[in-house]
Structures are given as C-alpha cells and as structure tokens.
C-alpha cells in the first residue's frame, strides 16, 4: 500500500457497506423481529400476571440467573419507579438464606430463557409450599419453570443475535421489552402520577421539576424587596440595589401588592425623562405586576419568566400580600432548569 493511501475510507464514501455496519444491522434486524413477535403471543396469561401483581400486598420478587438475572434486576428496578414496589433476589443466594426476604404476601417474578435453570427451579418447592404466587418468563412454555407458574409469560425467541445462536442477545432483549410491558401496564392501571414517578427520582431533574414548589426556594423576610407606595423613585432603586433581584414591590397602606418596579422599568424610565429626582415610584412602575402563589411548582414560574420574558417574579398570600420574591437564578441554581 503506498503511503498516500487511506487504511478506512471516510463514512458512505463507497456503496460497499462496512462489514461492521453490516453485522450490527442484522443483529437490530433480528431484535426487531423478536420484539414485533412478542405482541401476537400476548394472551389471558399476561392479563393474569397483571392480576396478581396488583392484587400483591407485598413486593414483586425479581429473580433470574446469569443474563437473565441482569435483565430481572433491570426490570425490578423499573417496576420500583412506576409504582410497584419490587426487587431482585439472586437465585442461587436464595437458596442459601435469601429466600427469607420472600413471604407469602409477594409475588415472585422469575425469569429463565430455558424455563429449566437449576438455580430458579429449585425455588419451585419452595415457593409453593408458603403459598408465594410464580409469574414465569421463558422462553418455552413447555417448561418446567412455564408449567409451575400461576401465569406464563412467553418471551421466546426464532433464533438469537448471534451468529453462533448461543449468546444471549435477542432473547435478553424480548424479555426486557416484556418487562418493560408489563410495567407501563401496572402503571396505567394504577393511574400512577408524574408526580407520584418524581417522588421515587428526588434527586433527579425530574423530581426536582415535579416536587420543588415556589415556597422552597423564594426569597422572604428581610429578603423580600419592598417599598411603600408615593416612595421616590431613588428609594425603589435603593432598594433593588440592596437586595439584588432586578425588582422591587410596591406596597400600599395595608401591605397589599400594588404593582413592581424592575430593571426594565428603569430602562424606561430612562428614555421617557430626563430628570429622575422628582419622580415617584408610582409614576413609572408597572401595575398590577406579575404576581404567583406559593404553593405553584417551580416548574410553573419558570414557564411564566420566559413567556412574559422577564427574570422575577413577586409571591403573594390570597389576601394579595406579597411573602417573597423568586429569581430565575434561584430556578437555575436549584435545577429546576
């Protein structure tokens, strides 16, 4: 090869396919098919599974081995945030003490490509005999685990990713997306929430969204930015200076929220007089001023910043008395966006 000449060719730059780019096609290819095969083989026994899971006083107890152990533990922990309380047990562990963490009031969701896996039917006998409910996934309904179990639910395969037909690929992927399935189905029928979802995700941006209200992270008492109305307007000024939030509230008599004077204000104020000392602030603030509850999610406030494009907001008792005052920069800082 001469030493001018490229050892890859750039991406799509010749109409033959990366050998690469050809495998991994074939291989998404395949885990389409097997997930599309998933939704006619549906049946009573998924409804029943749904049944008992609900009906469950206790947890959905997750288990599986090897790869399929990983793929129970991903979809314990998805049932977890959507509402059905759930974890994983390994197995082999459970024969070994675990299978204390099991009572009759749970339900057992083991999983087993084969259905005959020493480590989960093992727990068969067991299980039957405290009256624990079996939900099985594999894929041969023929099974031994298939059999044994209260409700089936097949997630075979025609053949996997591999090429060799022996790594778990395809098979892992059906029973992930049957996981997934089966936990939006429990979701939807336990109306469960966006908010009840954030509540198991505070630490999240989403819970952080959802659970964060105004009254957590408004500014209050001798924070709070505030004039009495008939003020000069050198005292609203002073008073923005101080406390550093772009506005102030302007009051009256009875500490009711009259109107604000902001930053934009005082641009405008600029251009319309040349002489500011005699101004008050009731001359040039705006009335009645965007006002907010406290009890509003902040996710709220920030929709109502960027759609009246400013940067503060004054918050406000229902007798119109203004408790505090909220920056995008407390917004910002909080996560919130």
Excluded: W
């Excluded at 490229?6 to 033959?16: R, Y």
């Excluded at 902001?262 to 002489?275: A, H």
């Amino acid at each position: 090869m001469n030493s001018d000449e490229s050892t890859t060719a750039p991406d799509d730059a010749t109409p033959v396919a990366s050998p690469l780019r050809e495998s991994a096609r074939r291989t998404l290819k395949v885990e389409e098919q097997a997930i599309a095969a998933l939704f006619e083989r549906l049946d009573s026994h998924f409804d029943r599974a749904c049944e008992l899971i609900l009906a469950c006083q206790g947890r959905v107890v997750v288990t599986g081995m090897g790869k399929s152990g990983h793929i129970a533990g991903k979809i314990a922990a998805t049932l977890a945030s959507t509402g059905t309380p759930a974890f994983f047990v390994h197995p082999g562990e459970a024969s070994h003490g675990d299978l204390g963490m099991i009572t009759r009031g749970d339900v057992v969701l083991a999983l087993s490509n084969s259905g005959e896996t020493a480590e989960v039917t093992a727990l068969l006998p067991l299980l039957k005999r405290i009256g624990t409910p079996l939900i099985s996934m594999t894929g041969r309904p023929d099974s031994t685990l298939a059999r044994h179990a209260d409700a089936h639910l097949d997630a075979g395969v025609e053949r996997e990713a591999c090429p060799l037909d022996l790594a778990p690929t395809a098979s892992t992927t059906a029973s992930l997306a049957l996981g997934d399935a089966l936990a939006v189905a429990l979701l939807e029928a336990r109306g469960f929430t966006a908010e009840e979802f954030a509540l198991s995700h505070p630490g999240g941006s989403l819970g952080k969204r959802l659970l964060l209200r105004v009254s957590d992270l408004m500014h209050q008492g001798e924070r709070l930015p505030r004039v009495p109305l008939g003020s000069p307007l050198r005292d609203a000024l002073l008073e923005i200076t101080r406390q550093g939030l772009g506005f102030t509230c302007v009051v009256d008599e009875h500490n009711r929220l009259i109107g604000v004077y902001t930053d934009g204000d005082l641009r405008r104020t600029l251009d319309q007089y040349q002489d500011l000392s005699q101004l008050k602030v009731d001359d040039v603030m705006t009335r009645p001023g965007k006002r907010i509850a406290p009890d509003m999610l902040a996710a709220e406030a920030v929709r109502i910043m960027e759609d009246s494009l400013i940067t503060a907001l004054a918050v406000v008792d229902e007798a119109g008395h203004p408790i505090g005052a909220l920056h995008m920069h407390d917004l910002l800082r909080s996560g919130v966006i």
